[in-house]
């Protein structure tokens, strides 16, 4: 399955439709192809803020329309340009929710010339849906959409 997506989003990104258009297209695909994504969005730094703002998603609208670095899963890749899974949000501390339905997380830094430019964020409403094969498919997609920056 992850092949398929994977040639799907290449597709996608080569059309050049301008980034915002093309990033919202790649969050509908995953979303609508996987089916434990659930709510599928990316998050962009926002440049000598140190805070990332909201970008395309798929999925219900969310308030963290801003995320100091630090706060938060997603606020921790930024910190560490770490890819973060959080197999069961209840019990992280330094979680902000989003809806009381997700029960997993994870985000995925995208880098552009060493640079953190922005992440994928994927919300699960199963416990422990991330497993290396996800993470390791969400870097490569990553690695994929880092030239529309
Ligand atoms: N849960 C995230 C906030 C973003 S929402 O999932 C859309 C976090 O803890 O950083």
């Known amino acids: 399955m992850f092949d398929s997506i994977e040639n799907e989003i290449s597709g996608i990104v080569r059309k050049d439709a301008g980034r915002t258009e093309t990033l919202l297209a790649v969050c509908e695909l995953l979303k609508d192809k996987v089916p434990h994504y659930d709510w ?12 990332l703002v909201i970008g395309p998603f798929a999925g219900a609208p969310t308030e963290h329309a801003r995320i100091p670095f630090g706060r938060g899963v997603c606020g921790r890749a930024a910190e ?20 009381i339905s997700v029960k997993s997380e994870i985000v995925v830094p995208i880098f552009k010339q060493g640079r953190m430019v922005a992440q994928i964020d994927i919300d699960s409403n199963e416990l422990d849906a991330f497993s290396e094969n ?3 498919f969400l870097e490569k997609i990553c690695g994929i959409v880092a030239v529309l920056f």
Do not use: A, I, Q, R
């Open 80 to 99: 560490t340009g770490e890819t973060v899974v959080v197999p069961d949000v209840s019990k992280d501390s330094n979680y902000l929710s989003c809806s």
């Open 40 to 51: 599928v969005g990316v998050y962009l730094v926002d440049g000598g803020t140190d805070e």
């Open 134 to 136: 996800d993470k390791d």
